[in-house]
């Protein structure tokens, strides 16, 4: 109760003194148009949370990146998108966010079931590791209001590995739910989307979904997160049973808010 008390007073007293500037608040909704859909009462919860965002988490950046205040606002207003009806606490679990200019090259191990180590390279935009850091690329969260129309947002990717590891154990696809039941509905109907994608990339067929989703479920979840918040149309079409579930679990109905991009 005490707790829950002073936390109630810190978030005052953050929202009261360290609120984000209108300016730049106005240039980040501008700049992102899958933020500016929300109507006023949800920007301005959003704003809110992002204020509170930034006063809880540690920015790093590295090769020659200079922190900004466009930068640390346009990462937490992305990041509390899919957190807007649940709240931060999901986040409580990390506290670092380190952002590169750009991609970067990862040195990889696997041990397979022979024993034998294998060593390769991975080129990454974003990663989420348990307990934190996540980091991402500045360029693709920057180009997020253009990439949005093929489903892809960096941010929005990785905190969904962060709200799917928020239970304590590693990403398996499945955030914090509410008892047996939810979770085992939960796994049916993303599972079904999950070996539609995969059937229709055998198949030689071009779904709207990223095909990196096919990798695994816990690829799956994110990536289809990211179309359901800035190209929701696309994914309400494709899966309609997935954006329902999605609909339901983030309290949130992106395609009643954005509006339809045009077909090619």
């Known amino acids: 109760m005490i707790a829950r008390w002073w936390r109630r007073r810190r978030e005052a007293r953050t929202l009261r003194t360290r609120a984000v500037p209108s300016a730049l608040w106005q240039l980040t909704l501008q700049r992102y148009p899958f933020l500016a859909a929300l109507d006023d009462a949800g920007r301005e919860r959003l704003r809110a949370l992002v204020s509170l965002f930034l006063a809880d988490k540690e920015f790093t950046t590295v090769g020659g990146l200079e922190l ?17 009806e649940l709240g931060l606490a999901a986040y409580d679990g990390f506290v670092g966010i380190v952002v590169h200019a750009d991609e970067v090259v990862a040195q990889r191990e696997h041990l397979d079931e022979d024993g034998i180590l294998h060593r390769y390279e991975e080129v990454l935009t974003g990663e989420a590791m348990e307990g934190g850091p996540v980091m991402l690329s500045w360029h693709d969260v920057a180009e997020a209001g253009v990439t949005a129309e093929r489903g892809y947002n960096v941010v929005i990717h990785e905190f969904v590995h962060v709200l799917d590891m928020a239970d304590g154990l590693p990403a398996d696809g499945v955030p914090v739910l509410a008892g047996r039941t939810a979770r085992a509905h939960w796994l049916q109907v993303l599972e079904a989307a999950y070996q539609r994608l995969c059937r229709e990339l055998d198949a030689g067929r071009e779904p709207f979904l990223d095909p990196y989703g096919a990798e695994a479920i816990e690829e799956f979840f994110p990536v289809a997160a990211e179309a359901f918040f800035v190209a929701p149309h696309a994914l309400r079409d494709e899966q309609p049973a997935l954006y329902e579930l999605f609909r339901e679990y983030f309290r949130q109905d992106p395609a009643a808010r954005l509006a339809p991009q045009p077909g090619p």
Do not use: G, R, Y
């Not at 900004?68 to 807007?84: F, G, K």
């Open 68 to 84: 900004s205040d466009e930068i640390a606002v346009a990462i937490a207003a992305q990041a509390c998108l899919p957190v807007l």
